[in-house]
């Protein structure tokens, strides 16, 4: 904040959901912002998760009261924020007397609930499954069960929206960049800054800015930069570990999820998902030092162990050739030295490495997607020492981009759509509203019937949102817009996937 008008105030490095946020608090504090991901933004991590807003009610039996009454808090906070994209949502835990006695259950459930005062979606409600809707798709041996709530969100959406709030703001923001060099120098001016040099995937244009601090939310790869980019010494360490999801043709009715406890004490949501289908989650893998954190894949074994964990509650059997789509993502947890990868914290550390004479580094250590805001929020304050006059914290009560819906009523806003766009199919313009909130008039613009769209690629995809998407939202490659801006990839044919995929090579080459 003030000084040459080049350098920027903050730069950060990473791509994903908590660099994203920081990115977006920082420029609404009024500073001056870059970042930089080295793939498609929320290409990893962030796009792999299991898609909930939620406290945590397992980490309760790791007391993780702090991050359990955060995450709480924040999942009020978020619904409210961006209702195209996350909503509230049910979550059926049937009772299985042998792991989990009903008492204990209960009293996880009760603290639940109450571990937030405010919280004002519908408390935990004891269910018989036999008779009650929440036990459609389960096998009639499970009798008992608890309903309690949670919420839904489209992960790599949310990072996107995160970053055209900093875009919108003024933030530089490099797309498949990667920061090959980060270095502290002395100012012209007195003080010091960091000169960061980035480069593009393909390695042929390089980029150099300056920033007066540094945010290196690089995710998996948070203790690789420190050590080969930045050359910054630190004791802390994540733990890698491998998550998978598989996702099968609907296993049951209703707009509920199962939350399966399993005999090894971890639990794997069955949750509703586009529509037409289950999604299925999550394992935890421990990855071993030295294992590269980029791209891992689901094994067959994980599949199994998926399979046959739904395959004892759910009515309907699922094996590996149900399997319609299935993703792995590596989660970068703050080591906290337990040997178990499901008892390791979710809980985040922000470490700053700099004396108040020097350009500050702050590194992100673990995190989860619901935390990711106060997150932020917590990672601003602490450099408020470099930036004494910079904003307040202001996120809780903005809404994010196109999510400026009167009362935050999805539903409403939507009948007035249907409204407005008398031509185009109803069931189109709410997938199409889920996707882009407020934002979607702009997508259809004059459009008066389906043909007036572009080409149709299949599924509910037209050139026109495809274009939107580019513009807009920084997509290139076709798993950018299938499988992350849109999902559309599920409900489309494997020749239609790669008429797609041709049409954008062809489309960039152009």
Known sequence: MGGDSDVLDLFVVGGGINGAGIACDATGRGLKVGLCEQD??????????????????????????????EALKEREVLLAKMAHIAWPMRFVLPHEPHLRPRWMLRLGLFLYDHLDWHMRLPKTESVDLRTSPYGAG????????????????????????????AHNRGARVFARHRCVSARR??????????????????GDRRVEVRARGLVNAAGPW????????????????VRLIKGSHIVVPKLHDGDHAFMLQNSDQRIVFVIPYQRDFSLIGTTDIALPDGHAPGAVTIDPAEVTYLCDLANHYMARKIGPSDVLWSYAGV??????????????????????????????LL????????????????????LRGWYPTMGGAWTACEPLPDGDMPHADFDAFVEGLY??????PEVYLHRLARRHGTGTADVLGDAKELADLGRHF????????????????????????LWRRTKEGLHMTAVQRDAFADWMRGRNAG
């Open 138 to 165: 389960l096998k009639p041996d499970f009798a008992r069960g608890f309903a309690y709530s949670d919420g839904w969100v489209d992960d790599a959406r949310l990072v996107i929206l995160n970053l055209r709030s």
């Open 185 to 202: 120098e002395d100012s012209p001016g007195g003080g010091r800054f960091w000169r960061i040099e980035i480069e593009d995937v393909a």
């Open 419 to 424: 409204q407005a766009f008398r031509g185009l």
């Open 331 to 360: 989660r970068p947890l703050f080591d906290d030295g337990s040997n178990d990868p499901s008892a390791v914290t979710r809980d985040y550390v922000l470490e700053i490495d700099g004396a108040h004479d020097e350009a500050p």
């Open 363 to 382: 590194s992100v250590f673990g995190g989860k997607i619901t935390t990711y805001r106060k997150l932020a929020e917590h990672a601003l304050e602490d």
């Open 458 to 481: 299949g599924g509910d995809l037209h050139e026109r949102e495809v274009e939107h998407l580019i513009a807009r939202e920084w997509a290139r490659d076709a798993d950018d817009v």
């Open 40 to 69: 498609d933004f929320a290409r990893h991590t962030s796009s792999a998760s299991s898609k909930l807003i939620h406290g945590g009610l397992r980490y309760l039996e790791h007391y993780e009261f702090r991050l359990v009454r």
């Open 222 to 237: 948070v203790k690789d930069w420190l050590d080969g980019v930045a050359r910054v010494a630190t004791r802390k360490r």
